[in-house]
């Protein structure tokens, strides 16, 4: 009904209604005129001539979302690909047009306190800006590109307690995979198959660097204190009854959030063994940066409530 042109990213969760009892939004889309694709090779193809198109990403991940970036394969399209087939598909009109793109799992690595993954989706968000970039080089006069968040997440600090003033931040490139890809592939097997913390251990070194030996300068050795913390988390995960938990018990919030204590133990570690450290598992009242360039830019300087810009885009536009 809003009669946008184009919608691309994740796949809704429940298209057909809590129940699967509704009519497919899909089909209602499709019904108002939209190209509904759900392929890559599909969306490659996408065009201007297309006018209406929803593009629901092939590979989706965790809640039917676009992969974290550090889990997306080779070949799989980044956030930055959907926004270069959007721009293809909106740029050749006689009266503009307005896109909104968010950078979304940027907001779930920092809820989960997973810097590394928090980092990459960032970068991803980056490259996008970049499409964008490339668009207003060539329309200098006539675009504005207007980067910001909605809310800091996490409270994201760089420096640790243990670490003193010393930062290690190359360590996050030992990360490969997000904390929910680990989730899913790895710990749900250790379940499965009650594997041993050892083999486990072998995973964690292997997936985000963490080792229980080396040499004496080597900052990802884990100390006796951090394999405690380790090996806890590793029994809480395990143990099958721990789904029946108070979830009000403050030392397991503090300790692991709502998430899996494993995962959230081994990013916390990560984190802290590179300088960088979580206050919350929830939003902040920290201030976000506003970032403008181009056509009304000067409309967002200094400080102001984030709501202030809907009003100043809905001025340059002139919406009513």
């Known amino acids: 009904a809003s009669d946008f042109d184009y919608f691309a990213g994740g796949?809704?969760?429940?298209?057909?209604?809590?129940?699967?009892?509704?009519a497919?939004?899909?089909d209602l889309a499709e019904d108002a005129g939209y190209k509904v694709v759900t392929t890559q090779a599909e969306a490659e193809k996408v065009s201007a001539e297309d006018e209406k198109v929803v593009i629901v990403g092939e590979t989706l991940a965790d809640s039917d979302s676009l992969s974290y970036e550090n889990d997306r394969a080779n070949g799989e399209w980044a956030l930055s690909d959907y926004v270069s087939k959007g721009i293809e598909v909106l740029e050749d009109n006689d009266t503009g047009f307005f896109m909104m793109v968010e950078g979304g799992k940027i907001d779930w690595a920092c809820h989960a306190n997973d810097a590394g993954s928090t980092i990459n989706d960032t970068i991803a968000l980056a490259d996008a800006v970049d499409e964008a970039i490339a668009f207003a080089n060539e329309h200098p006069d006539e675009?504005?590109?207007?980067?910001?968040?909605?809310?800091?997440?996490?409270?994201?600090?760089i420096g640790y307690a243990g670490t003193d003033y010393d930062t290690f931040l190359t360590n996050l490139e030992h990360q490969k995979i997000s904390y929910a890809k680990f989730d899913s592939d790895y710990v749900a097997?250790?379940?499965?198959?009650?594997?041993?913390f050892d083999e486990v251990m072998k995973d964690v070194t292997a997936l985000f660097g963490l080792k229980t030996e080396g040499a004496e300068d080597d900052t990802l050795v884990l100390t006796a204190y951090e394999l405690d913390?380790?090996?806890?988390?590793?029994?809480?995960?395990?143990?099958a009854g721990r789904a029946d938990a108070d979830p009000a018990n403050q030392a397991e919030y503090v300790l692991y959030g709502s998430y899996e204590p494993l995962s959230v133990t081994i990013t916390h570690i990560l984190n802290n063994k590179s300088g960088v450290n979580f206050a919350s598992y929830a939003h902040t009242g920290l201030p976000v940066a506003v970032f403008a360039q181009g056509s009304g830019q000067d409309l967002f300087e200094g400080f102001y409530d984030n709501t202030q810009v809907y009003h100043k885009l809905a001025g340059l536009l002139g919406v009513k």
């Open 143 to 157: 675009t504005l590109i207007l980067v910001t968040g909605d809310h800091e997440t996490g409270g994201l600090t």
């Open 24 to 26: 497919s939004v899909y």
């Open 189 to 196: 097997k250790y379940k499965e198959n009650n594997t041993s």
């Open 229 to 239: 913390k380790l090996k806890a988390a590793y029994e809480a995960t395990m143990d």
């Open 11 to 22: 796949a809704l969760l429940d298209p057909e209604g809590e129940n699967g009892d509704q």
